[in-house]
């Protein structure tokens, strides 16, 4: 398994609503991330990315709006990689957040730990070039297709990463996974 | 994915971490409830497998051998495989840890051993330990996403490595010795990536 595509049917209807959920959210909290969290060496500017994942212990109403919606995905995933071979199945999330780039804005190379797949929602993405960029175990970057309004779903432990932005703004929900057998 | 590593010296380090087993056996009640290896709804302890895995708040000796004396070079061969060392140093950590110990039939256990299909969530990685594996035939089966078994030809000293969202199991014990892993579940990062946890 290299990377499941998913498309989230109800995107253009909900889309807004997240946007705006992100936007309120980022009124109250400084989502600026601090470059350490997502550069290697040289630091871009402060207000190229910003995320809550720095921001810990406060209500996110877009991922309460967005689980909701794309509950059925996750199931879908189980389904694709035959966990409900042995029976039901059960799936977990252990860390979610936004991350919205701006010219600029990127974030180098890593893995998610502590989780079985890492999952992303292109909520907005203008420039489907600007993709998340995924390295597969041969030292090559793995050659997909996605575009705004899909999720996909990739194994953990491969590394990824979202090169500089020059397509205008750019905004991905993520969230790990791991799921088990009941 | 399968990795597998045969360790250096095993036969030194399989003695060593044997004796702490059994000198933790003889403080704690290892005897593994049923829960976490059938899936038969009732939780009873069962005498064809110990473990240390529901034995928790403790200082596990033969986890800390096999943490400083084994597990660096295994952990490194898998780093280098998933391409980390491209970019930079990387680490690793251990999520998990736990012996199990799968007996054979007996007068006293007329069940063999062993462990039924599962995964293990909250992790990358699960690597198992052969630390005494007398016979190959009854170590573990792995399921590949095509739902067809994955050869391991796992053999006593070997240490086997594979994603942690498959599935795998322990296969009843019908031989004649006890069977006994280590299983440890890690994940990989690039030293100076933050990662989203």
């Known amino acids: ?182 | 994915m399968i990795i597998k590593h045969s360790v250096k010296n095993h036969s030194a380090h399989k003695d060593e971490i044997l004796e702490r087993i059994e000198r933790f056996k003889s403080y704690y009640n290892t005897k593994m409830p049923s829960d976490y290896v059938r899936q038969t709804g009732e939780r009873i302890h069962l005498d064809n497998v110990h473990s240390d895995l529901h034995v928790h708040d403790i200082l596990k000796p033969h986890l800390d051998y096999v943490f400083t004396e084994v597990l660096h070079e295994p952990m490194d061969q898998i780093g280098q495989h998933l391409k980390l060392g491209k970019f930079n140093d990387f680490d690793w950590s251990v999520h998990n840890a736990w012996f199990q110990q799968f007996l054979p039939v007996s007068k006293d256990t007329p069940d063999a051993g062993g462990h039924t299909w599962h995964l293990q969530p909250g992790c990358q990685f699960t690597s198992v330990y052969f630390v005494d594996l007398p016979d190959s035939k009854y170590s573990i089966e792995v399921l590949g996403l095509n739902e067809k078994l994955i050869t391991i030809d796992a053999k006593d000293g070997d240490i086997i490595t594979f994603p942690s969202w498959l599935q795998h199991r322990v296969i009843p014990n019908h031989g004649t010795k006890n069977n006994t892993i280590i299983v440890i579940n890690t994940s990989f990062n690039l030293t100076d990536a933050n990662s989203n946890k």
């Open chain 1, 1 to 182: 398994m290299q990377i499941l595509t998913n498309d989230f049917d109800r995107h253009s209807e909900v889309k807004a609503e997240l946007l705006e959920l992100i936007d309120s959210f980022k009124k109250e909290h400084d989502t600026r991330m601090p470059s350490k969290y997502v550069e290697h060496g040289e630091d871009h500017p402060l207000d190229s990315v910003h995320s809550d994942w720095h921001i810990t212990d406060v209500p996110r109403p877009y991922l309460v709006k967005f689980f909701k919606e794309i509950e059925h995905l996750i199931l879908n995933v189980g389904n694709k990689i035959h966990m409900g071979m042995f029976g039901e199945f059960e799936w977990n999330i252990h860390y979610a957040w936004f991350q919205q780039y701006y010219d600029g804005g990127n974030h180098w190379w890593h893995t998610h730990q502590e989780c079985q797949f890492t999952n992303i929602y292109f909520l907005e993405l203008p420039d489907e070039s600007y993709k998340t960029e995924i390295m597969g175990l041969d030292g090559k970057k793995i050659e997909y297709e996605a575009k705004e309004g899909q999720m996909i779903t990739l194994p953990s432990f491969l590394l990824h990463r979202s090169k500089p932005n020059q397509s205008g703004r750019k905004t991905i929900l993520s969230f790990n996974t791991s799921y088990g057998i009941l």
